[in-house]
């Protein structure tokens, strides 16, 4: 099972590498204001993608904090309630 794990996770790793190589131009972030950002696009990408995944989580976490503890409540009652 860890040998099938590293095999996908090297994997992965070669075809974002990759990705990332063939993907190395630089593009123009344009702001309000007339700012104005380079960089190569597969950073753009990455960074734009790691936003939408905090963004996503911190969406979602409220109703995660509700979700525990509702289970911690559902937990004790059933601990006190007879069988």
Do not use: D
Not at 48 to 76: D, H, P, W, Y
Request: proline share 4%; charged share 15%; aromatic share 8%.
């Amino acid at each position: 099972m860890r040998l099938l794990s590293l095999a996908i996770k090297l994997v992965l790793f070669l075809l974002l590498l990759s990705f990332a190589l063939k993907n190395g131009e630089m593009v123009s972030v344009h702001y309000l204001l007339g700012l104005e950002w380079q960089a190569p696009l597969s950073l753009v990408l990455f960074l734009v993608f790691t936003a939408g995944v905090l963004i996503g989580l911190f969406g979602c976490s409220r109703q995660m904090l509700n979700n525990r503890r509702e289970l911690v409540r559902l937990r004790k009652a059933a601990k006190q309630s007879p069988p």
